[in-house]
């Protein structure tokens, strides 16, 4: 089981979402947090929100990693977003975004939230995830796609497509 | 970034200008539809008529989706009000207002925690005194200006006839200063921008930026020009916000005269001011300049509201012996044709005042922005974070650093310690880098480089 798969839970996928803007997007990101495990919304919010000033989490090709340190979070938490339409997050190909993995990690972030974040680089890197991202018909079959798909092994991910 | 504007007047419309160039989404309010006509006229941006403070107002000017609120408008208390509704109401994440009364800002209540939700708040005409007093510090100097809460000073300096690097290459001033350890980062020559290196040498008439830990700047404006007679006595035209603050800021150590038509603000001036001689009359009055001995003043700034005031009166200043004469100048065209010309310097109060603003609305951890040259250059105090993987600048020497052309790094802060950069100063992680742009459109791409990755956590 790759480390992403362990942090997303079944409720935490959203799909389809109405926003118009980042700003949108956060908060309904920090109100699902907030409903789903007790984080406020807020905390959430200004967290992504000051990430995304040091420099944006888009990856190009319509993806992004929004991530930021929680105060009090025990272990790293995460959410998948996927938008009605697309959103300007100043990525590095300049294409606005609708797939996000939003990323939660403890203020004392450790090596293993690095590798989070680098697996989730990986995972979107992989175009055929992506199109089944975009496509895919509901929530639980988006969990499933990602929940099975395997870090570094290209014959299962083969597979599995 | 999507940016709402409150007031279009002077300030919001120079905000505006600056950051339409660099691809935000930008609406403009203002209650005064001639004035959103006009900013329309010239720039692609969405403009919206209607009180900035009233919900619905700021619903249409598409507020639920702001990054950012700059509530620039003419009175403190509907900037007050904007800002709070943004927060409460619209959650905008960053909001900054311009406020002037001395009562809201000194008060921790309006301002603080549980005041009024103002992320920032610049008062111009604070800017602008600060800016001033510089000037009367540091005779020499055309603008003076502070990096790193004050440790790193930018200084544009004339070279004249006579200063010892005045002809000479630029590598020589380490020969010239050995304690000394600054940088020239620009030279302006004839309107253009040169890109020093070594061999540059340096003309009489070049503008010349030098970057120095701020108790040096004044050895490094000793090799480009014959060092004034430090500042005695002061002569102030228009007794405004300005003028006042700009007094009281004196008046402890230079002998200072404020000159105000009004008689009945004159009273309220010499009321609130301790040793400044307040004097009723009017600035471009020859005789009354001639009384109080103008050809004696060894500066004499002219701050009126009133752009043609003060053209006139430090016209006739500067003719009738005042050593040097400074005139605030609304009006974009007149500063350009009027700087170094009769008029030594020709400050214009937008220009002044919106670097603190540009610091907020950059990409990447950005500390400050001050708008040089009238806007053309910039230099810019950025945060570096990451590490070499997820940023381009961290761990790397300042000569592997790709900057675009005409962009310098002059210095580096570190743990408070100030390093000028060489070609081999490495750049680490949490440094304050300063940067200096020649030409303000390469800016996107400086703060390109300065932000970290998708992956930085």
């Given at each position: 089981m790759s480390l992403v798969a362990k942090l997303l839970p079944p409720a935490n996928v959203l799909l389809d979402l109405q926003v118009s803007s980042k700003k949108r997007l956060f908060e309904q990101v920090g109100l699902l947090f907030e409903n789903n495990h007790g984080i406020g919304r807020s905390l959430v919010f200004d967290s992504l929100f000051a990430r995304e000033r040091l420099g944006s989490t888009g990856l190009g090709q319509g993806v992004a990693i929004p991530h930021g340190r929680i105060k009090g979070l025990k272990d790293a938490l995460g959410a998948f977003v996927r938008l009605a339409q697309p959103v300007p997050f100043d990525a590095p190909d300049a294409k606005p975004v609708n797939l996000l993995f939003v990323l939660l990690v403890p203020e004392q972030a450790t090596e293993k939230h690095l590798q989070i974040l680098s697996e989730l680089a990986q995972m979107f890197s992989d175009r055929a995830l992506r199109d089944a991202l975009a496509t895919a018909a509901d929530a639980e079959a988006l969990h499933q796609r990602i929940v099975a798909w395997q870090p570094d092994a290209a014959g299962q991910r083969q597979a599995v497509a | 970034m999507k940016v709402i504007i409150l007031g279009a007047g002077q300030v919001g419309a120079t905000v505006a200008e600056s950051l339409v160039s660099e691809q935000n989404d930008i609406t403009v309010v203002d209650v005064e539809p001639a004035r959103l006509r006009a900013l329309q006229d010239r720039f692609d941006l969405r403009t919206v008529t209607g009180s900035a403070s009233h919900p619905a107002v700021l619903e249409e000017a598409g507020i639920d989706d702001a990054d950012l609120l700059i509530a620039v408008t003419q009175s403190d208390e509907t900037n007050l009000v904007a800002c709070k509704l943004a927060a409460r109401m619209f959650n905008v994440p960053r909001r900054v207002a311009r406020i002037r009364a001395n009562a809201f800002l000194d008060n921790k209540l309006v301002l603080g925690p549980d005041g009024f939700d103002v992320d920032l708040s610049i008062c111009p005409e604070q800017v602008l005194t600060e800016y001033i007093v510089k000037l009367v510090e540091f005779p020499e100097a055309l603008q003076v200006l502070d990096f790193a809460d004050g440790k790193v000073s930018l200084v544009a300096v004339r070279a004249y006839q006579g200063g010892p690097m005045v002809g000479r290459p630029v590598k020589e001033i380490r020969a010239h200063i050995p304690n000394i350890d600054t940088r020239i980062v620009a030279i302006f020559r004839r309107d253009g921008a040169v890109m020093p290196d070594g061999d540059t040498i340096i003309e009489a008439g070049d503008e010349v930026f030098c970057l120095a830990a701020a108790d040096n700047i004044r050895q490094v404006m000793h090799e480009l020009r014959r060092m004034d007679q430090p500042v005695k006595r002061v002569m102030i035209a228009g007794g405004g916000n300005i003028g006042l603050r700009l007094a009281r800021a004196l008046e402890g150590q230079y002998s200072v005269r404020l000159i105000e038509h009004n008689k009945r603000r004159c009273e309220f001036l010499s009321a609130r001011l301790n040793q400044a001689l307040v004097l009723n009359g009017d600035a471009t009055d020859e005789e009354l300049l001639e009384q109080e001995n103008i050809g004696e003043m060894d500066l004499f700034v002219a701050v009126t509201n009133d752009d043609e005031n003060n053209i006139m009166s430090s016209l006739l200043a500067k003719r009738m012996g005042a050593r040097r004469v400074v005139a605030l100048i609304n009006r974009r065209s007149y500063v350009d044709?009027?700087?170094?010309?009769?008029?030594?310097?020709?400050?214009?109060?937008?220009?002044?005042?919106?670097?603190?603003?540009?610091?907020?609305?950059?990409?990447?951890?950005?500390?400050?922005?001050?708008?040089?040259?009238?806007?053309?250059?910039?230099?810019?105090?950025?945060?570096?974070?990451?590490?070499?993987?997820?940023?381009?600048?961290?761990?790397?020497?300042?000569?592997?650093?790709?900057?675009?052309?005409?962009?310098?790094?002059?210095?580096?802060?570190?743990?408070?310690?100030?390093?000028?950069?060489?070609?081999?100063?490495?750049?680490?992680?949490e440094d304050h880098v300063i940067v200096f742009v020649t030409d303000k459109k390469t800016m996107p791409r400086v703060e390109k480089l300065f932000q970290v990755g998708a992956r930085f956590l």
């Open positions: - | 044709l009027l700087q170094s010309g009769q008029i030594d310097i020709a400050i214009s109060p937008a220009q002044a005042t919106i670097g603190k603003l540009l610091a907020h609305v950059r990409r990447g951890d950005v500390v400050a922005v001050h708008s040089l040259r009238r806007g053309a250059a910039e230099a810019l105090e950025a945060v570096v974070h990451g590490d070499r993987e997820s940023c381009r600048v961290t761990g790397r020497s300042v000569e592997e650093i790709e900057l675009p052309a005409g962009a310098t790094i002059g210095a580096v802060v570190r743990n408070g310690k100030v390093l000028m950069a060489h070609h081999d100063t490495r750049i680490e992680a």
